[in-house]
């Protein structure tokens, strides 16, 4: 009994930990937080990454661009709905990130695209992720691959 309660112990403590080390940001400047960084395994070339991007600053962010030593194209994309149909579409235009405001990079939404990888990735790997913006600043990431739910899970495949 006493075993089984120190494993007990041990297991939620280990996923508590993991939860809060997920949900610390990986940027945290003055004017921006970056959290809750990961992607999608990639079942073909191409693969997608998420997170949350928020602005503590008094003026608006921009951000235009995100790179990988691990894709040769990366991408910003979104979903639109268009004649009752749902289609992805690269974002030509600098995402605002109004100041105060958090914009979730998620599943059927806002995403970083990836094509042609340069590796497989799996469950539990990381992915390396730059995030460029508009005054010219660069915030390197690193994401860590997990599988999203069956819901939103397009399998990288644009």
């Known amino acids: ?18 939860a809060r ?3 610390e940001p990986q940027i945290s400047v003055p004017n921006m937080e970056v959290h809750h960084v990961w992607a999608k395994p990639n079942y073909g070339p191409n693969s997608a990454a998420y997170f949350m991007l928020t602005n503590k600053g008094k003026t608006p962010l921009y951000l235009i661009e995100a790179t990988s030593p691990l894709s040769k194209r990366v991408e910003l994309h ?9 289609k992805m579409r690269k974002v030509k235009e600098p995402i605002e990130i109004s100041p105060g405001k958090t914009l979730t990079f998620a599943p059927a939404g806002y995403h970083v695209m990836l094509f042609a990888m340069e590796k497989k ?5 990381k992915l390396p992720l730059t995030l460029i913006f508009k005054d ?8 860590k691959v997990k599988k999203g739910s069956s819901h939103d899970d397009h399998r990288g495949s644009h």
């Open 78 to 86: 979104t979903h639109i709905h268009k004649d009752g149909v749902m």
């Open 136 to 143: 010219g600043t660069k915030h390197p990431v690193i994401a």
């Open 1 to 18: 009994m006493r075993l089984a309660l120190i494993t007990l112990f041990v297991l939620i403590f280990s996923q508590f930990g993991s």
């Open 121 to 125: 990735l799996k469950e539990g790997d």
């Open 21 to 23: 080390a997920e949900s």
